[in-house]
Nanobody, 117 residues
Framework: VQLQASGGGLVQAGGSLRLSCTAS????????MGWCRQAPGKQRDLVATITSGDSINYLDSVKGRFTISRDNAKNTVYLQMNSLKPEDTAVYYCNVKWAFRRSYEYWGQGTLVTVSS
């Protein structure tokens, strides 16, 4: 399983970016896709997750600003980020996971989001 993320970049505070991540390979249909982020010197935080049944969870600090969605036919997850703040600056990683007899979890390579003040 491989995940390819794209969409990061440099944006001013208050701006928007859309991240995309496509998974390829043998992927169980009943999976959860999501985004985590890691700022320099900080731990990795779970930003948002979405199940194949569209159950969604968000990190409190991004609620109302970020929207996660997915296209099951394309095994692609999106993260629409609006009203970006400098504290959103981080490397964003996508992942996919599922459990079938055992747990599986795979990560993408990360895409850098930089929000200038």
């Amino acid at each position: 399983v491989q995940l390819q993320a794209s969409g990061g970049g440099l944006v001013q505070a208050g701006g928007s970016l859309r991240l995309s991540c496509t998974a390829s390979g043998n992927i169980f249909s009943g999976n959860t896709m999501g985004w985590c982020r890691q700022a320099p010197g900080k731990q990795r935080d779970l930003v948002a997750t979405i199940t194949s049944g569209d159950s969604i969870n968000y990190l409190d600090s991004v609620k109302g600003r970020f929207t996660i969605s997915r296209d099951n036919a394309k095994n692609t997850v999106y993260l629409q980020m609006n009203s970006l703040k400098p504290e959103d600056t981080a490397v964003y990683y996508c992942n996919v996971k599922w459990a079938f007899r055992r747990s599986y979890e795979y990560w993408g390579q990360g895409t850098l989001v930089t929000v200038s003040s």
